[in-house]
């Protein structure tokens, strides 16, 4: 499974964004997709992710309300659209996916260790000016 990120770049504080995460080849109904983030000398943290059923989304309590999550089954491509960011949203911004087992499985989406997102993809830098 390989994805690419795509969307990064620099922004001002209050700014906006829309990363890309295309998964070609696959069928992402199988596929949980989620975004991560990781600061300079911090850790990887989990951003947002969406079931593979595609029903059920899960945010980080320091994006909730700001930072959107869909998916183009069409395109292959899960989006994630961040809005009023702030400077501490700076960091590389990685997608990764997990397949997850069982019908039940599928229908809900969580960041490690509850799920383990065994496939990544390239990251992409996000920079906000204050």
């Known amino acids: 499974v390989q994805l690419q990120a795509s969307g990064g770049g620099l922004v001002q504080a209050g700014g906006s964004l829309r990363l890309s995460c295309e998964v070609p080849?696959?069928?992402?109904?199988?596929?949980?997709i989620g975004w991560f983030r990781q600061a300079p000398g911090k850790e990887r943290e989990g951003v947002s992710c969406i079931s593979a059923s595609g029903s059920s989304t899960l945010y980080a309590d320091s994006v909730k309300g700001r930072f959107a999550i869909s998916r183009d089954d069409a395109k292959n491509t899960i989006y994630l659209q961040m809005q009023r960011l702030k400077p501490e949203d700076t960091a590389v911004y990685y997608c990764?996916?997990?397949?997850?087992?069982?019908?039940?499985?599928?229908?809900?989406?969580?960041?490690?260790?509850?799920?383990?997102?065994?496939?990544w993809g390239q990251g992409t830098q996000v920079t906000v000016s204050s």
């Open positions: 990764a996916a997990d397949i997850p087992l069982g019908t039940d499985a599928r229908m809900w989406c969580n960041f490690p260790p509850r799920m383990r997102y065994d496939y």
């Open positions: 080849g696959v069928t992402l109904d199988y596929y949980a």
